[in-house]
C-alpha cells in the first residue's frame, strides 16, 4: 500500500530546479523563442524562490556565498528573458485588441505598433543569448557549491502546516509597506506582484496531496497572474502613447484595457489581505 506524503523535499526540489534551468539555458542559447524564453524565465524566479525558502531553515548548512553569486546571476538572466517574454506578450494583446473586424485606422496602428516591437524583440533575443553564454558557467559552478553544501540534508523534510506558515510570513515580511503616493502606485502594485510569484513558487514545494500550502499557492497565483495582466497592459499602453502619440485610438483603448485588468487585481489583492 503506497503512503501519500504531504511533506515537502526543498533540497531534493532544489536539484530538480538546478537540471530544470540547465536544460531551459541550453534550449534558449539553440532557439530564444517565445515558450524556452517562457521556461528559462520560469526556473529562475523559481529557483530564487527556493533559496529563499532554504534560508528560513533552522540547521541547513550555510551556502550564503555561493547563493548570493548565483542570484545576482540569476537577476541578470531573468531581467535579460523578462525583457523578451514582455514583448512576447504584448504582441499577443495586441491581437487581443484588434479583432478582425477592427477598423482601418485601428488594424493601421496595431501592425505599426507589432512591427516596432518585432524588431525590439530580435535585439532582445540576441542579448539574451550572450548574456547566458557569458554567465553560464558562473552560474553553474555556483549552483552546484550549494548543492554540495546542502548534500548533508539532501533528505530533509517539511510538513505542510510549516510550509504555510513559513510562506504567509515570508510573504508578509516581503510585501513592501505602501508608498506616500498610495497603495495605487504602479510600482508598489508590481512589487506585490513579484513577491506573489515568489511566494507561490515557496508554497507550490509542497506535494499536490497537501491541501493547505497548495491552496495558498493558488491564491499567490491568482494575485500573481491578475497582477501581470494588469502590469501587461498598462506598459503596452505607454509604448503605445510614446510610438503612436496620446490621440491614437488604439493606444486609448489599450489605456482602457489596463484599467479595467486593475480593477481585477485589486479585487484579488483584497482577497489576500
Not at 529557483?47 to 529563499?52: D, K, N, T, Y
Not at 505598433?113 to 554567465?135: H, I, W
Request: some cysteine.
Amino acid at each position: 500500500m503506497t503512503t501519500t506524503t504531504t511533506s515537502a523535499h526543498p533540497v531534493r526540489t532544489l536539484h530538480e530546479q538546478v537540471t530544470a534551468l540547465e536544460a531551459a539555458i541550453t534550449l534558449c542559447v539553440a532557439s530564444p523563442k517565445m515558450r524556452p524564453v517562457h521556461r528559462l524565465r520560469t526556473m529562475t524566479r523559481r529557483i530564487e524562490g527556493q533559496l529563499a525558502l532554504l534560508a528560513l531553515l533552522p540547521g541547513v548548512p550555510d551556502h550564503g556565498k555561493p547563493a548570493r553569486r548565483a542570484l545576482r546571476r540569476l537577476k541578470r538572466f531573468r531581467r535579460a528573458a523578462g525583457k523578451a517574454r514582455d514583448i512576447d506578450v504584448q504582441m499577443d494583446l495586441i491581437e487581443a485588441v484588434t479583432p478582425e473586424d477592427s477598423t482601418r485606422l485601428l488594424r493601421e496602428d496595431s501592425d505599426k505598433l507589432k512591427e516596432s516591437l518585432e524588431t525590439d524583440r530580435k535585439k532582445l533575443a540576441e542579448e539574451l543569448v550572450r548574456q547566458l553564454r557569458r554567465g553560464q558557467t558562473e552560474l553553474t559552478l555556483a549552483l552546484e557549491e550549494i548543492l554540495d553544501r546542502l548534500e548533508p540534508v539532501e533528505s530533509l523534510s517539511l510538513p505542510a502546516t510549516e510550509l504555510a506558515s513559513l510562506t504567509q510570513q515570508w510573504f508578509v515580511d516581503n510585501t513592501p509597506p505602501e508608498p506616500e503616493g498610495g497603495a495605487e502606485d504602479p510600482d508598489h502594485l508590481h512589487a506585490i506582484r513579484k513577491v506573489a510569484k515568489l511566494a507561490r513558487y515557496i508554497a507550490e514545494n509542497a506535494p499536490k496531496a497537501a491541501k493547505r500550502p497548495r491552496q495558498l499557492a493558488e491564491s499567490f497565483e491568482r494575485l500573481q497572474q491578475s497582477g501581470g495582466d494588469w502590469h501587461d497592459w498598462l506598459v503596452l499602453a505607454e509604448i503605445a502613447r510614446e510610438r503612436l502619440g496620446g490621440s491614437s485610438e488604439f493606444a486609448k483603448a489599450l489605456h482602457e484595457r489596463s484599467l479595467a485588468a486593475l480593477g481585477n487585481y485589486n479585487r484579488n489583492l483584497r482577497e489576500i489581505a
